[in-house]
């Protein structure tokens, strides 16, 4: 795993925010370190990953308290960002190392998981609370409707990959969350009135690995052409399975499917982040994304 340094383009030019999210870069660069020695690695691990929590989590609550002093009208999103972190993602993080002992696997998780969420958060939704850019999570769908959706998603896991998936974010905004090769389907879904809607599945390879594995009673270690396109078959009946329970796709047909590099499906969260962007990890196998993106109609002439 790279090194990681701070770089002063993360500066938000607030002296006490900026030294937080100096010493969490420096925490993270020591446990990289850590993983790499195997001598010191469970155990220092496991202290400095504690250490990186409850430091973030003290960031958190001051960073709140300065947005409130300059009535930031994006408090309330913000805040919802730092909460999906705090209840979601590093309990759901912690519990993967407390499973698999601190092993160099799930502390990669940890780590490429951190490393991704600190230079997005602080490069977008950070800068936002200077003015100096706008935050991608334009579209908020409600507490409840993210929570159908979650569901829908486990549902549809559990029936058809046969595993109990375990929600890491609500808001996956690219994290890089596996050193290992990741593998990305873009689904197309067009109605009559040419609307579409865009299904973004990301697998570690390894799940995909797995879960095919699983469903042919073979052990499949290789992402051939064969395998890559019975995973693209398997992401389309995941994707309408979700529809059911969720009544995502009424309406729809599909259109297309293409299989996308990590970068390509970086440069799709550019300007915005989908309404729907979850990540999971699916019990004994790996770590998936489930992102929804509406289009709107081309404009006729």
């Not at 309404?275 to 081309?298: H, I, M, Q, W």
Request: net charge neutral; with cysteine.
């Amino acid at each position: 795993m790279n090194e990681v340094k701070w770089n002063n383009r993360f500066n938000l030019g607030v002296e006490s925010i900026d030294k937080m999210h100096q010493r969490l870069f420096s925490i993270v660069g020591k446990l990289i370190a850590l993983n790499e020695d195997e001598a010191k690695q469970q155990h220092a691990c496991r202290e400095g990953i504690k250490y990186f929590k409850s430091y973030t989590l003290k960031h958190f609550a001051e960073e709140e308290s300065y947005m409130k002093t300059l009535h930031y009208i994006g408090h309330d999103l913000h805040k919802s960002l730092h909460d999906d972190m705090r209840f979601n993602t590093l309990p759901a993080l912690e519990k993967e190392l407390e499973e698999q002992n601190y092993s160099p696997e799930s502390v990669r998780h940890f780590i490429g998981i951190c490393i991704g969420w600190l230079n997005g958060h602080i490069m977008i939704e950070d800068y936002a609370i200077t003015g100096r850019t706008t935050n991608r999570w334009i579209y908020n769908p409600s507490e409840d409707k993210l929570a159908a959706m979650e569901k829908a998603i486990m549902q549809a896991t559990e029936e058809l990959f046969r595993s109990k998936p375990e929600l890491i974010s609500k808001h996956y905004s690219g994290e890089d969350f596996s050193s290992k090769n990741k593998l990305c389907y873009r689904l197309t879904y067009i109605a009559q009135d040419k609307k579409r809607i865009q299904i973004f599945i990301v697998y570690e390879e390894w799940m995909a690995l797995h879960t095919l594995s699983a469903l042919l009673g073979k052990e499949i270690k290789k992402a051939d052409k064969t395998v890559l396109y019975a995973i693209k078959v398997l992401s389309q009946q995941f994707t309408e399975r979700i529809g059911v329970h969720f009544q995502l796709l009424n309406d729809y047909k599909l259109e297309k499917i293409d299989m996308l590099t990590f970068d390509q499906l970086l440069r799709t969260f550019d300007k915005e982040y989908p309404p729907y962007s979850l990540l999971f990890r699916a019990e004994n196998s790996g770590y998936f994304a489930f992102c929804v993106k509406y289009l709107k109609a081309p404009k006729t002439k």
